[in-house]
């Protein structure tokens, strides 16, 4: 799975999470950029993520994530 295609399923993840069909996300997209990602919010990606590609994160690697595309590239090692 190459690194679009991973996206692609993290908007997926992301509008079914939050509710909001028009999110569209980049590899520069924050929590900042989306309006219902928030804290709460982050620890449900974070599982729905996990989940839908069969991964775990550690913490430390959920807090270095500050762009989508860090956590793409983290979901790309695991893959």
Known sequence: MNKEEILAKLSEIFREELDNE???LTEETTANDVEEWDSLSHIQLIVAVEKAFKVRFTSSEIQSWN?????????ASKL
Do not use: K, L, R
């Open 22 to 24: 028009d999110i569209t």
């Open 67 to 75: 762009t989508v595309g860090e956590m793409a590239s983290s979901i």
